[in-house]
């Protein structure tokens, strides 16, 4: 049996033309093939303005830096995510403060962070853990109550909505990435998107050395070198021609793992609205990922554990506790979730996990 690895980038002729034209241009760099992606973009979620970046942790930073936020602020972040969220925030000089997930849906409580705002508090970074976001309705009003900007890390979550708008797009600034696992991807990279055309601007200045008409050795500000390059962008675009196909697949693999599934009671799935979500990964919750991962790879079936608890790695680790986070690490696992694996590769799959479990 052929390995069936966790997750795998899916590119073909299309974008392999694609790059080679750009090529053959004698242009590389970040161009006309940018702003043809980041159209695609702005279009695909419905925002205003999208600029891409190098990657999705620049995209988080940048978008905290264009909202004034460093040194001696505050901003709440969930325990469980992907470091990069955590990370982004204290490259600016800020302190991230961690707080508890629901278990319902693995995103921020929202009871806790109200609890955690404080007079140094400027923001709070919601993430979208899978495409599932919490209340955001509720979160607006939070933020508006306390005068807090909202950065949307939906990184994860690309053709996903809350009541019809598309998640990124609530908040102030949106933070998309397309790393090599994404549900589309140029490699690396990020997008970033706001309605808020000084967002934008600084935006731009940020990205390209602190100016914002880069044929003009001005710099108004300080920025950094986080621009993009249209051989990235010629793959961002053809993968987005593919990206409505592929959500609608991600959907019916999800569906298709639940009803495989659903008479296995150790394994659980974390309730989805598939009619807004597109899961980007199969997460179940099961007591022993760690046994089944072996049990699976065993059987050339790639899995990965959820990500650790941010409190609980070395350069996080304090005092605080936070129970959610720590039982969602210690009981997820993302199962194989390439959009171009066949019905019988789930079926295959689910039938090796039905088998671990009567075996015990």
């Given at each position: 049996?052929?390995?069936i690895?966790?997750i795998?980038?899916?590119?073909?002729?299309?974008?392999?033309?694609?790059?080679?034209a750009?090529?053959?241009?004698?242009?590389?760099t970040?161009a006309?093939k940018t702003?043809?992606?980041?159209?695609?973009?702005?279009?695909?979620?419905?925002?205003?303005y999208?600029s891409?970046?190098?990657?999705?942790?620049?995209?988080l930073?940048?978008a905290?830096?264009?909202?004034?936020?460093?040194?001696?602020?505050?901003?709440?972040?969930?325990?469980f995510?992907?470091?990069?969220?955590?990370?982004?925030?204290g490259?600016?000089?800020?302190?991230?403060?961690?707080?508890?997930?629901?278990?319902?849906?693995?995103c921020?409580?929202?009871?806790?962070?109200?609890?955690?705002i404080?007079?140094?508090?400027?923001?709070?970074?919601?993430?979208a853990m899978?495409?599932?976001?919490?209340d955001?309705?509720?979160?607006?009003?939070?933020a508006?109550?306390h005068?807090?900007f909202?950065?949307e890390?939906?990184?994860?979550?690309?053709g996903?909505y809350y009541?019809?708008k598309?998640?990124?797009?609530?908040?102030?600034?949106?933070s998309?990435?397309?790393?090599?696992?994404?549900?589309i991807?140029?490699?690396q990279?990020?997008?970033?998107?706001?309605?808020?055309?000084?967002?934008f601007?600084?935006?731009?200045?940020?990205?390209d050395?602190g100016?914002?008409d880069?044929?003009?050795?001005?710099?108004?500000?300080?920025?950094y070198?986080?621009?993009?390059?249209?051989?990235?962008?010629?793959?961002?675009?053809?993968?987005m021609?593919k990206?409505?196909?592929?959500?609608?697949?991600?959907k019916?693999?999800?569906?298709?793992?639940?009803d495989?599934?659903?008479?296995?009671?150790?394994?659980?799935f974390?309730?989805?609205?598939l009619?807004?979500?597109?899961?980007?990964?199969?997460?179940i919750?099961?007591?022993?990922?760690?046994e089944?991962?072996?049990i699976?790879k065993?059987k050339?079936?790639?899995?990965?554990?959820?990500?650790?608890?941010i409190?609980t790695?070395?350069?996080?680790?304090?005092?605080?506790v936070f129970?959610?986070?720590?039982?969602?690490?210690?009981?997820g696992?993302w199962?194989?979730?390439?959009?171009?694996?066949?019905?019988s590769?789930?079926i295959?799959?689910c039938n090796?996990?039905?088998?671990f479990y009567?075996?015990?």
């Amino acid at each position: 049996m052929k390995f069936i690895a966790q997750i795998e980038p899916w590119l073909d002729e299309k974008e392999e033309q694609a790059v080679s034209a750009v090529i053959k241009s004698g242009w590389i760099t970040e161009a006309q093939k940018t702003k043809e992606f980041e159209q695609m973009i702005a279009q695909f979620v419905d925002s205003k303005y999208t600029s891409v970046l190098s990657n999705g942790t620049v995209t988080l930073f940048v978008a905290l830096k264009a909202l004034g936020i460093g040194e001696g602020d505050e901003v709440i972040v969930p325990d469980f995510t992907m470091v990069a969220s955590a990370n982004a925030i204290g490259l600016t000089g800020a302190t991230p403060i961690f707080v508890d997930i629901r278990k319902e849906d693995l995103c921020l409580d929202l009871d806790e962070v109200e609890l955690k705002i404080t007079q140094n508090t400027k923001a709070i970074m919601p993430v979208a853990m899978n495409g599932r976001s919490p209340d955001m309705d509720r979160l607006l009003q939070i933020a508006k109550d306390h005068n807090l900007f909202i950065v949307e890390d939906a990184a994860q979550a690309l053709g996903c909505y809350y009541k019809g708008k598309h998640l990124g797009t609530l908040g102030n600034i949106g933070s998309f990435s397309f790393s090599t696992p994404k549900v589309i991807t140029t490699g690396q990279g990020g997008a970033l998107v706001t309605d808020d055309e000084n967002l934008f601007k600084r935006i731009t200045e940020l990205k390209d050395f602190g100016r914002i008409d880069r044929n003009t050795q001005d710099h108004d500000a300080i920025g950094y070198n986080f621009k993009f390059t249209d051989i990235l962008a010629a793959v961002g675009i053809e993968q987005m021609k593919k990206l409505e196909w592929r959500l609608k697949r991600k959907k019916e693999m999800f569906q298709l793992f639940k009803d495989q599934l659903k008479f296995v009671e150790q394994v659980k799935f974390v309730e989805t609205n598939l009619e807004e979500t597109s899961p980007w990964f199969i997460d179940i919750i099961v007591s022993d990922p760690l046994e089944l991962q072996k049990i699976l790879k065993e059987k050339q079936i790639g899995t990965r554990v959820f990500y650790p608890a941010i409190h609980t790695t070395k350069p996080y680790k304090g005092t605080e506790v936070f129970p959610n986070s720590l039982w969602a690490s210690e009981h997820g696992l993302w199962l194989p979730s390439s959009t171009f694996l066949k019905d019988s590769d789930i079926i295959d799959i689910c039938n090796a996990i039905k088998i671990f479990y009567e075996n015990r």
